[in-house]
């Protein structure tokens, strides 16, 4: 039986093994992610997390893209409301973000077709992370005015501080084959592929003791320093809810929406 959250923009299934895949389902905007999505994400990880008969978790989109990023519509709306509303959000985006990272169960993102913004969180945050061919990476945020602070901790652990200085500063496009040499993809895929690649993964997620799992990931995050504590989360979310309510901001997000480029481009470089 498919249970549904967030007004149906997620999907949850489990099998009879115990693998649950979790499907971001708002095609029409390509998986864009809004509060009925990251509501809907919260409460089918915080139930899968508690099922003791769920082993493994896989994650998907459905349609042309698995994740977009932030529905930027929404985020021009939200941005006009007060600070605390806009605090409040924030938290939540962090709360999926972080939840995710720290799922005590194993997690594998398959990923096709466009994985941009907040997606790349997604992905950095999943355990295991396998792409098709055709799969296109971005860390967006900075092109439209606003930042990717809550999803940094686990980009620089995913790609390496270096690649996302660069990436998260240019906001370039990049395929599936860079992404797994950057560390933020482990494994590639053909085109439609992604569930034959993904069966003896899971097999072997499967073989190992769902205790001894779930005591190794904690610990290999603890370690890392991914676990966040409260005085680290604030200061995250508070960043991360002030920069969407200002200026550049709004400029940003207006740019988009009326497809032109932002007041701050300069335009391209005068040729010799």
Same mark, same amino acid.
């Given at each position: 039986?498919?249970?549904?959250?967030?007004?149906?923009?997620?999907?949850?299934a489990?099998d009879r +093994?115990?693998?649950?895949?979790?499907?971001?389902?708002r095609p029409?905007r390509?998986?864009?992610y809004?509060?009925?999505?990251?509501g =809907?994400?919260?409460?089918?990880?915080g139930? &899968?997390?508690? @099922?003791?008969?769920?082993?493994?978790?896989l994650i998907?989109?459905?349609?042309r893209?698995?994740q977009?990023?932030?529905?930027l $519509?929404?985020?021009?709306?939200?941005g006009? &409301?007060?600070?605390?509303?806009?605090?409040?959000?924030?938290?939540?985006? #962090?709360?999926?973000?972080? =939840?995710?990272?720290?799922f005590?169960?194993p997690?594998v993102?398959?990923v096709?077709g466009?994985?941009f913004?907040? $997606?790349?969180?997604?992905v950095? #945050?999943? @355990?295991v992370?396998i *792409?098709?061919? @055709?799969a296109?990476?971005?860390?967006?945020?900075a092109r439209?005015?606003? %930042?990717?602070?809550?999803?940094?901790?686990q980009?620089?652990?995913?790609?390496?501080v270096?690649?996302?200085?660069r990436y998260?500063?240019?906001?370039e496009?990049?395929?599936?084959v860079e992404? +797994?040499?950057?560390?933020l993809?482990?494994?590639v895929?053909?085109?439609?592929?992604? @569930?034959? *690649? *993904?069966?003896?993964?899971?097999?072997?997620?499967? %073989?190992?003791?769902?205790?001894?799992? #779930?005591?190794?990931?904690?610990? #290999?995050?603890l370690?890392?320093?991914?676990?966040?504590?409260?005085?680290?989360? !604030?200061a995250?979310?508070?960043?991360?809810?002030?920069?969407r309510?200002?200026a550049? *901001?709004? !400029?940003?997000?207006a740019s988009?929406?009326?497809? +032109?480029?932002?007041?701050?481009?300069?335009?391209?470089a !005068?040729?010799?």
């Amino acid at each position: 039986m498919t249970e549904t959250y967030g007004n149906g923009t997620v999907l949850c299934a489990v099998d009879r +093994r115990g693998v649950a895949t979790v499907t971001l389902n708002r095609p029409n905007r390509n998986n864009a992610y809004n509060g009925e999505v990251i509501g =809907g994400l919260l409460e089918a990880f915080g139930r &899968l997390g508690g @099922d003791a008969g769920v082993r493994v978790v896989l994650i998907r989109g459905n349609g042309r893209h698995f994740q977009a990023g932030a529905d930027l $519509g929404w985020l021009k709306e939200i941005g006009a &409301l007060s600070p605390e509303e806009n605090v409040a959000v924030s938290r939540r985006t #962090a709360s999926a973000i972080c =939840g995710l990272t720290e799922f005590p169960k194993p997690t594998v993102a398959l990923v096709h077709g466009g994985c941009f913004g907040g $997606g790349t969180g997604i992905v950095a #945050a999943a @355990d295991v992370v396998i *792409a098709s061919e @055709d799969a296109i990476f971005s860390i967006t945020e900075a092109r439209w005015g606003v %930042m990717a602070g809550i999803i940094v901790p686990q980009l620089n652990a995913a790609m390496g501080v270096r690649n996302v200085r660069r990436y998260a500063l240019t906001c370039e496009r990049f395929g599936a084959v860079e992404a +797994r040499t950057m560390g933020l993809v482990h494994q590639v895929c053909a085109e439609g592929g992604l @569930d034959a *690649a *993904a069966a003896p993964v899971v097999d072997a997620l499967l %073989m190992s003791a769902p205790e001894a799992a #779930a005591q190794t990931k904690r610990r #290999a995050l603890l370690e890392a320093g991914l676990v966040v504590d409260d005085a680290h989360f !604030e200061a995250l979310i508070v960043e991360h809810s002030a920069k969407r309510q200002t200026a550049e *901001a709004v !400029e940003g997000l207006a740019s988009f929406l009326e497809k +032109r480029p932002p007041a701050w481009y300069p335009g391209p470089a !005068e040729e010799a």
